[in-house]
């Protein structure tokens, strides 16, 4: 089953077609990272209009890309939620568009298990159940994959998301937009426990967790040097900073391991690519004995092959829906029939 998957959630529009949930024939992207640097974010409404100019170009890239006929294609997916109002609806509306001029089903898709889902791709032989350690910009949640379509939540963010917290302190310290990939990069070398950071302590809920505590102490040990005309050590900080995001993280997937009893840990999102949480992961599942899948970086950030893929599983489960289909800013990952 060849499913042409649209994805125009925040600051990428990207175009895919996936065959069976599983092989991407083409992905094809067009970043606007760029035109939003100049304002150190995402300006929505400059999000929205640079997504209808791309979007029928890459559709039509991707169909060139394949060689497929668009009577090779078997549905439209989208993503339907959550993310940038704005910039969503023109995914919904653009899908909707050639869900119905093609007579094909439309599959609507939540982001979030696009993202797990990335996991599919590049792990063929993985399968529900698991547990994802999801870190993208917007949300940071441990979620038990028990079917394709089954999500449960053990716990999240109740504040910042970790993506939100890597970029502001990047920002602090003069990086370009989005900045967690460049902090990352500059934690090369650094001591990390130069700067005494928080660690989120479990509340009531011990799976869920919180980054604004340790984003405002992260920024005002940078306020504090400036003031005292101190040199920042920048590696050191970064390196001290990454470590505190990744003690928040690791321990509770570990316990999510143990209370579960399931030794298979993905981790989805944005933050995946970082390598500190990346090596964190590997050396705890190694002492549970537990099998880790991490995606390739280039499946990692926002892209609409990850949404093709969960497409699949949502057509099989009977997930599509008709021209009523919305655009949501905000939406559970555990969903509901549309
Ligand atoms: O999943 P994603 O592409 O977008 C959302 O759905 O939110 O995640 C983007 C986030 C940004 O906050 C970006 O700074 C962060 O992922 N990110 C990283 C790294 N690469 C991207 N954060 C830390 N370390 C990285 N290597
Ligand atoms: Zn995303």
């Not at 899908?95 to 996991?119: F, Q, S, Y």
């Not at 995946?272 to 099998?291: F, H």
């Not at 893929?309 to 599509?320: P, R």
């Amino acid at each position: 089953m060849n499913i042409l998957a649209v994805e125009s959630s925040c600051d990428e529009t990207a175009v895919a077609i996936v065959r069976d949930g599983r092989q991407v024939l083409t992905d094809c992207i067009a970043s606007q990272v760029a035109l939003h640097r100049i304002y150190g974010g995402v300006v929505p409404e400059i999000a929205s209009r640079m997504h209808i100019e791309a979007i029928y170009g890459l559709a039509d890239q991707a169909l060139e890309r394949t060689g497929l006929r668009r009577e090779q294609i078997d549905a439209v997916a989208v993503t339907y939620a959550p993310g940038l109002i704005g910039a969503v609806l023109v995914g919904v509306n653009f899908a909707k568009g050639v869900a119905l001029a093609m007579g094909k089903p439309l599959i609507p898709v939540h982001h979030i298990r696009g993202h797990i889902a990335a996991n599919y791709i590049a792990y063929p032989e993985l399968e529900p159940p698991f547990l994802c350690l999801v870190v993208s910009g917007g949300h940071t949640m441990i979620v038990e994959v028990r079917d394709y379509t089954s999500m449960h939540v053990l716990g999240t963010t109740l504040d910042d998301a970790a993506g939100e917290s890597f970029d502001k302190v990047a920002r602090v310290l003069g990086m370009p937009y989005p900045g967690g990939a460049a902090l990352d990069r500059a934690a090369d070398g650094g001591e990390d426990t130069k700067y005494a950071l928080p660690r989120s302590k479990p509340g009531a809920n011990p799976y869920d967790m919180s980054f604004s505590g340790l984003k405002t102490a992260a920024l005002n040990q940078i306020h504090h040097a400036l003031q005292l005309g101190e040199t920042l050590d920048i590696p050191s900080l970064c390196a001290s900073f990454s470590a505190a995001v990744s003690d928040t993280l690791v321990p509770r997937v570990v316990r999510a391991m143990e209370e579960t009893g399931c030794r298979k840990i993905a981790v989805a999102g944005g933050v995946a690519a970082n390598s500190r949480i990346r090596r964190d992961i590997l050396s705890a599942a190694e002492q549970m004995g537990a099998q880790v899948y991490l995606p390739p970086l280039s499946l990692c950030g926002d892209n609409a092959a990850m949404i093709g893929a969960q497409a699949y599983y949502e057509f099989l489960a009977g997930n599509t829906a008709d021209m009523r289909l919305n655009a949501y800013a905000t939406k559970s990952i555990v969903g509901e029939r549309l």
